[in-house]
């Protein structure tokens, strides 16, 4: 089964609000990566994180990495409805394979 | 670069049906996958290649096949189709392994009756 967890699976979100997803590994990770899938797409690469503790933004997003490098989070400030997707983390787990969390749909509430 | 095209868009099928979704990449890329999606399931590992001539298994193998004859192109054979593989279905490639940057194809929608 999958070795990398997310938490919520779902999300509403006002316009406007922030919001923060998690994605927690049951084992350390060499490193994390975050990606999103737009509806009726494919997912797209947003960022990878590689120290331990290592903090990263993108404009409105966060991205942390903590500092055992089994969890991860995201935040958003200042929802506009371009955020609307469903925001995907990854993890190495070995033996060249990567494993994806289930995902964080978020919808956005204009 | 055109990056990661997968055809076709959508396909259906009837149960027990064989057919190959194509995957390319042009970016030079060593390490391909192969990803299908589900609701609530998020992306599951079908098969991967490491390189040419070089496949292995990945969490969901069962009624899939793989081979990489050469850098650019990774198709996936389904042997004969069961409704438990209708899915969308998303080719992936990095420059080397899966620790790299994941370019994913749009995927192919997969309808089997």
């Known amino acids: 089964g999958q070795q990398v967890m997310q938490i919520p699976q779902y999300q509403h979100v006002q316009e406007g609000e922030d919001f923060t997803t998690y994605c927690n590994s049951s084992?350390?990770?060499?490193?994390i990566q975050w990606y999103k899938q737009r509806p009726g797409g494919h997912p797209v690469f947003l960022i990878q994180l590689v120290k331990s503790g290592e903090v990263k933004k993108q404009k409105r997003l966060t991205f942390q990495f903590g500092e055992a490098k089994k969890n991860s989070s995201l935040h958003i400030t200042a929802t506009q409805t371009t955020d609307v997707g469903t925001y995907f983390c990854?993890?190495?787990?070995?033996?060249?394979?990567?494993?994806f969390g289930k995902g964080n749909q978020v919808v956005v509430i204009p | 670069n055109a990056g990661v095209t997968q055809t076709p868009k959508f396909q259906v099928l009837k149960t027990g049906q064989s057919m190959t979704l194509q995957c390319a990449q042009d970016m030079n890329h060593e390490y391909m996958s192969w990803y299908r999606q589900d609701p609530g399931m998020g992306l599951r590992l079908i098969h991967y290649s490491v390189g040419a001539g070089i496949t292995d298994q990945g969490e969901v193998p069962n009624g899939y096949n793989v081979s990489r004859s050469t850098t650019e192109d990774f198709p996936l054979r389904l042997l004969s189709a069961a409704p438990s593989q209708t899915s969308v279905y998303f080719c992936?490639?990095?420059?080397?392994?899966?620790?790299?940057?994941?370019?994913f194809g749009p995927g192919t929608r997969l309808t089997v009756l």
């Open positions: 990854a993890g190495p787990r070995g033996n060249n394979r990567l494993a």
């Open positions: 084992t350390t990770l060499s490193n």
């Open positions: 992936a490639s990095s420059l080397r392994s899966e620790a790299d940057t994941q370019y």
